[in-house]
């Protein structure tokens, strides 16, 4: 039978879940199927919702490769790895740098009241979910993230074929049909008028 590790702060255990999974770049859906465990639950627990059992701590050890001692020793591991922390948070602050460093290079010797001219954009990565999804010539999708190197996020904007306006990606598949038809409609009634 499982008991549950009795924390005094069951959301540090999730923040540093979190932490390790995000460093690693392994998605929710990802350490849910290696560890055997649902989806749910693990977003429940980095969000601190659940407070997880100790096999599932096992469990979300043994993906990472934590030695096991012992469920105390695994547990505790888990809460107070300030280490994994501070790489994690250095490794964020570094793709922000790299984002800063490349808006800095895109605005270079452009004039302020030219700024809107500048093919500039930042998008949200679906993979590590950081604003650092930005241009980058050697990437196949012509967007690369700073931090995670992931090429592609629904959050891109591309160009609609009915009505020529920007949208997210995500959206375009979606609801394309829907999409399409809201925009043939709103181009039929400007004719119309």
């Not at 997880?52 to 043994?62: E, S, V, Y």
């Not at 375009?172 to 400007?190: D, F, N």
Request: with cysteine.
């Amino acid at each position: 039978m499982s008991t549950y590790y009795n924390s005094y702060d069951f959301r540090l255990v999730g923040l540093q879940i979190r932490n390790f999974r995000e460093s690693r770049n392994i998605s929710q859906e990802q350490l849910a199927y290696k560890a055997g465990l649902s989806t749910g639950t693990i977003g429940k627990i980095e969000r601190g919702i659940n407070n997880p059992k100790t096999d599932t701590l096992l469990r979300i050890a043994q993906v990472y490769d934590i030695p096991i001692a012992n469920n105390k020793a695994t547990a505790d591991f888990l809460i107070t790895s300030p280490l994994m922390n501070d790489e994690y948070e250095h490794n964020v602050h570094e793709g922000y740098l790299d984002v800063a460093d490349a808006r800095k290079a895109a605005f270079l010797g452009v004039r302020p009241k030219f700024f809107e001219l500048v093919n500039w954009k930042e998008y949200i990565c679906d993979y590590c979910g950081h604003e650092t999804m930005i241009q980058n010539n050697d990437s196949t999708s012509g967007y690369r993230c700073t931090y995670c190197g992931a090429e592609d996020s629904g959050s891109i904007e591309v160009t609609c074929d009915v009505c020529g306006a920007e949208w997210p990606e995500e959206e375009m598949r979606q609801g394309a049909l829907s999409v399409v038809y809201s925009h043939r409609e709103k181009t039929i009634r400007k004719k119309g008028k």
